[in-house]
């Protein structure tokens, strides 16, 4: 059972939902994938894991609109207390503890890849709401690293 502190850098991430920063030089081409997180709000039900109080289940939609495909290395998840979709600083660190389900490491070229992240947690407020952030690394067929984030609220 992990749990985790909540990461500053992926809360930041949440606001770049397209590939990010590479200096990109020559004639190849370079896989370009968006990332979708869904439902927005997520539901959030009664922890069925004692040690979290919610839990709640979202789907990540990478997907490739040219030829170039990519695979993904690391997926990341976090909870932050959230009013209203807005986060709000504490003092306290939410506990939490993620689980992927994905079929494949790959988003091929021109397609689609869809996996799951399924979130227990409990907030030092004691609250439901959360804003849920996804974050992922990615490497295309070209060799270029980059990462994607999104975030939804689970209410």
Do not use: H
């Not at 990540?60 to 998840?77: C, F, H, P, R, Y």
Request: glycine share 8%; net charge negative; proline share 5%.
């Amino acid at each position: 059972m992990s749990k985790g502190p909540l990461a500053l850098a992926v809360p930041l991430l949440g606001l770049a939902l397209t590939s990010c920063g590479s200096s990109l030089t020559g004639s190849e081409t370079y896989s370009s994938v968006t990332i979708a997180v869904s439902p927005n709000p997520a539901a959030a039900t009664k922890s069925s894991d004692a040690d979290y109080t919610w839990q709640t289940t979202v789907t990540v939609t990478l997907t490739s609109s040219n030829e170039v495909g990519a695979t993904i290395s690391a997926v990341s998840a976090s909870v932050a207390e959230s009013s209203g979709g807005i986060a709000i600083q504490s003092s306290s660190t939410p506990e939490f503890r993620t689980i992927v389900d994905s079929p494949s490491n790959r988003v091929e070229g021109n397609t689609t890849a869809t996996f799951t992240v399924q979130m227990f947690y409990t907030l030092p407020n004691g609250g439901r709401e959360a804003l849920i952030y996804v974050a992922v690394t990615l490497t295309d067929d070209s060799g270029a690293q980059y990462s994607l984030a999104g975030q939804v609220t689970a209410k």
